[in-house]
């Protein structure tokens, strides 16, 4: 039997009705039912403390801290849900993203997908500099497909609560999902 995938998902959003995190929601729908071979665990960010290094005490972490960079170190890969914000990264997904950094790196060699929801563009700033933020930190993002969302345009793409409800976009998140898959398979050299 093949070993399963297990992927993080994180959500740049604290929002409560957030559609980055309904993103999530509606992977781990696919990972339970549709795609077999993977397993998708939200992690909830909003409880990481800011990244702040006079918390390091002789080489470990608050209790928050190690159990979020445990998650990614035994991950196989992570799946991004990123809002943009003033062209950037969410400050919530950059600290998560800075203290899983801090010695020894914990997402080194990750295969990573990105999703992003947004007006206009989308998102797609964001991921431009999440994608730059990967190259330091050798994070292997999947190029295709690219998973931008204008989710203001009609008709609706969510409901109130920040989930998918327009079938085209759930099989454009699916396929993000299997690509993922796909990656993460080739770079452990099981594909």
Same mark, same amino acid.
């Given at each position: 039997?093949?070993?399963?995938?297990?992927?993080?998902?994180?959500?740049?959003?604290?929002?409560?009705?957030?559609?980055?995190?309904?993103?999530?929601?509606?992977?781990?729908?696919?990972?339970?039912?549709?795609?077999?071979?993977?397993?998708?665990?939200?992690?909830?960010?909003?409880?990481?403390?800011?990244?702040?290094?006079?918390?390091?005490?002789?080489?470990?972490?608050?209790?928050?801290?190690?159990?979020?960079?445990?998650?990614?170190?035994?991950? #196989?890969? &992570?799946?991004?849900?990123?809002?943009?914000?003033?062209?950037? %990264?969410?400050?919530? /997904? @950059?600290?998560?993203?800075?203290?899983?950094?801090?010695?020894?790196?914990?997402?080194?060699?990750?295969?990573?997908?990105?999703?992003?929801?947004?007006?206009?563009?989308?998102?797609?700033?964001?991921?431009?500099?999440?994608?730059?933020?990967?190259?330091?930190?050798?994070?292997?993002?999947?190029?295709?497909?690219?998973?931008?969302?204008?989710?203001?345009?009609?008709?609706?793409?969510?409901?109130?609560?920040? #989930?998918? &409800?327009?079938?085209?976009?759930?099989?454009?998140?699916?396929? %993000?999902?299997?690509? /993922? @898959?796909?990656?993460?398979?080739?770079?452990?050299?099981?594909?």
């Amino acid at each position: 039997m093949a070993r399963v995938i297990k992927i993080v998902a994180l959500s740049g959003s604290l929002r409560k009705a957030s559609f980055h995190t309904g993103l999530i929601r509606y992977a781990i729908e696919l990972s339970k039912s549709v795609i077999d071979g993977i397993q998708i665990e939200y992690i909830d960010l909003s409880n990481l403390p800011m990244l702040n290094t006079d918390l390091e005490k002789e080489g470990t972490f608050p209790a928050e801290v190690e159990a979020f960079r445990h998650k990614i170190l035994e991950a #196989d890969s &992570v799946l991004f849900a990123s809002p943009e914000y003033n062209y950037s %990264v969410s400050a919530p /997904l @950059k600290n998560a993203i800075d203290w899983a950094s801090r010695p020894p790196n914990v997402w080194a060699g990750k295969p990573a997908a990105i999703v992003s929801v947004g007006g206009a563009f989308g998102g797609g700033k964001a991921q431009h500099h999440l994608r730059q933020i990967g190259v330091f930190l050798d994070i292997h993002f999947i190029n295709k497909p690219e998973f931008y969302l204008d989710v203001f345009k009609h008709p609706d793409k969510c409901n109130d609560d920040g #989930d998918l &409800v327009d079938e085209e976009i759930k099989n454009r998140l699916k396929k %993000v999902i299997v690509s /993922l @898959k796909e990656f993460t398979l080739k770079l452990q050299g099981r594909n």
